[in-house]
């Protein structure tokens, strides 16, 4: 089983990125998977969640009303639409999936972690 995490790069403030996240060797069409940030010198931080059937789940204080978690079931592919980036969004994000539908802001809750993508966001 592979998640396989892509569309980081550098931007600068203000400016936007898609990542994607699909997934090899198991469907998670109707489980819950998650973006996850981790920064350098810092703890890994919950993003954004969606499950199957309910709504999305972020990260109030630091990405509520900025980031979007969305998924494609055809393609059995995750989201997550990055706006109005700021410096302190600089990270690796990691997409992680769940055996189960019900989502989590735990990184303990997820069973599967794809290999991280990097976001550059200059001033």
């Known amino acids: 089983v592979q998640l396989q995490a892509s569309g980081g790069g550098s931007v600068q403030a203000g400016g936007s990125l898609r990542l994607s996240c699909a997934s090899s060797g198991r469907s998670f069409r109707n489980k819950a998977m998650g973006w996850f940030r981790q920064a350098p010198g810092k703890e890994r931080e919950f993003v954004a969640t969606?499950?199957?059937?309910?709504?999305?789940?972020y990260n109030e204080d630091s990405v509520k009303g900025r980031f979007a978690i969305s998924r494609d079931i055809r393609k059995d592919t995750v989201y997550l639409q990055l706006n109005s980036l700021r410096p302190e969004d600089t990270a690796i994000y990691y997409c992680a999936g769940r055996n189960f539908a019900g989502i989590s802001t735990s990184a303990r809750a997820y069973d599967y972690w794809g290999q991280g993508t990097l976001v550059t966001v200059s001033s």
């Open positions: 969606i499950g199957w059937g309910g709504p999305p789940t």
